[in-house]
Each structure stands twice: as structure tokens, then as C-alpha cells.
């Protein structure tokens, strides 16, 4: 059974080797090499990496002579952000709720001081 694209990103996000090639893919599309520089793994690694993020959609490679750069696809990123914002709701209406309570602690404590 496929897992949903939801899944698949989340699981891409999950490392933080992925994370960080996606960090530095916000700058612009970079070559393998470019990508590897910054980590302490063979190519092969590095190229497991990319190939988890390109299954999840996350990046794009294209052939460019004997290149194959990288750039950003940030469409299921979109799509976590869409998901996460029903959350996004429910702690801002908590956090309503309480700053409503507090203004009311400190009303009663104002009026028992006076």
C-alpha cells in the first residue's frame, strides 16, 4: 500500500541531514557536490539523501551536461502547512481563551486591592 504524500514528506523531514539540504536549496538550485560539501558522508550517501527527497517531490533534478543540479519543489510543503493550520487555530483560540482568564484574575485582584 503507497503511504499518502503526507506521509512521504513528513518521513523525508525526519532526518536532519534532509532538513539541511533543503535549507540550503531555499538559496537557489546547487549541484550534488554543492549539496555534499558542508557533511561528513560519502556521495553515495548524500545521493540516498536526495533520492528520499525526490521521491517525496521535495527537490527536482535536472540534467545539465554532466550535472545534475538540485532546486527546491515546495508544493508539499505547502501541503504540511495547509494540514498544520487547523492546529495553528486550536492553539491560538487556547491561547485566547487564557489570556481572557488572566485579564479576569487580574480584574478581580485590581478590585480587591481598591
Not at 521521491?55 to 538540485?70: D, F, G, M, N, T
Request: aromatic share 8%; hydrophobic share 35%.
Amino acid at each position: 500500500m503507497p503511504a499518502d504524500q503526507l506521509s512521504t514528506t513528513f518521513q523525508a523531514l525526519a532526518d536532519p541531514t534532509r532538513r539541511a539540504i533543503l535549507s540550503s536549496l531555499t538559496t537557489g538550485e546547487k549541484t550534488v557536490s554543492d549539496l555534499a560539501e558542508p557533511f561528513d558522508m560519502s556521495m553515495p550517501a548524500i545521493t540516498k539523501h536526495l533520492k528520499v527527497l525526490e521521491k517525496a517531490q521535495l527537490i527536482e533534478r535536472s540534467r545539465k551536461a554532466q550535472y545534475r543540479p538540485c532546486r527546491l519543489h515546495p508544493e508539499p510543503l505547502k501541503d504540511i502547512d495547509e494540514w498544520m493550520e487547523q492546529y495553528r487555530k486550536f492553539f491560538e483560540a487556547s491561547f485566547d481563551r487564557l489570556d481572557d482568564y488572566l485579564k479576569q484574575i487580574q480584574t478581580k485582584e485590581d478590585n480587591n486591592d481598591g
